[in-house]
């Protein structure tokens, strides 16, 4: 079974770049069968995606965070990541990586890691 | 961009109770709809894809029809458990949308 975890800094500074880090075990990351997706939840609200990446490299961005947004994967460590630049007190949220099956499940999000609150403040 | 509504947005049952939840979207996305149960300080989980299949593991009580742009989740004898947040998502296309939820609390 896939497992996920996210990693990275809590706090954030404005203006400056928030990057997390979601490590996937129990399955390659380059097995083709999922698309791995980033999403979002600040206090009290709902569910933002961010958007996608495939094992090639191919992306998916929400519009609304595209100008800042850039994800990468690195399949030597079985890692992909997100980089959101020019944060604001509004970037403030849980975020969470997640797989997308292209297969099994419909392009649903079949598994999620546990998310990680990044806050953004001075 | 496709934009997906939920309603109601909050409701009061009891134990036993049939519940149903609405989920619809701005144009059609065939069965490309998910349900996601959420609860407190916790990462949502799958129940329902394609519209009307159960993720293993998911309790049969748990139900989901429709297709096009109007969709329905349904408990049919709510459970302690159940007591949460629920979200419906469109994978039918870029960028993916999540509906605003429906909070379930005990009456």
């Known amino acids: 079974q896939v497992q996920l975890q996210e990693s990275g800094p809590g706090l954030v500074k404005p203006s400056q770049t928030l990057s997390l880090t979601c490590t996937v075990s129990?399955?390659?990351?380059?097995?083709?069968?999922?698309?791995w997706s980033w999403i979002r939840q600040p206090a009290g609200k709902g569910l933002e995606w961010i958007g996608r990446?495939?094992?090639?490299?191919?992306?998916n961005y929400n519009p609304s965070l595209k100008s800042r947004l850039t994800m990468s994967v690195d399949t030597s460590k079985n890692q992909f990541s997100v980089n959101l630049s020019s944060v604001t007190a509004a970037d403030t949220a849980v975020y969470y990586c997640a797989s997308e099956s292209s297969t099994v499940t419909g392009r649903a999000l079949d598994y999620w890691g546990q998310g990680t609150l990044v806050t953004v403040s001075s | 961009d496709i934009q997906m509504t939920q309603s109601p947005s909050s409701l009061s049952a009891s134990v036993g109770d049939r519940v149903t939840i609405t989920c619809r979207a701005s144009?059609?996305?065939?069965?490309?709809l998910n349900w996601y149960q959420q609860k407190p300080g916790k990462a949502p989980n799958l129940l329902i894809y394609a519209a009307t299949s159960l993720q293993s593991g998911v309790p049969s009580r748990f139900s989901g029809s429709g297709s096009g742009t109007d969709f329905t989740l349904t408990i049919s004898s709510l459970q302690p458990e159940d007591f949460a947040s629920y979200f419906c998502q469109q994978s039918y296309t870029t960028p993916r949308a999540f509906g605003p939820g429906t909070k379930v609390d005990i009456k």
């Open positions: 990446i495939y094992t090639s490299g191919s992306t």
């Open positions: 129990g399955g390659s990351i380059s097995s083709g069968s999922y698309y």
């Open positions: 144009q059609s996305i065939s069965s490309y």
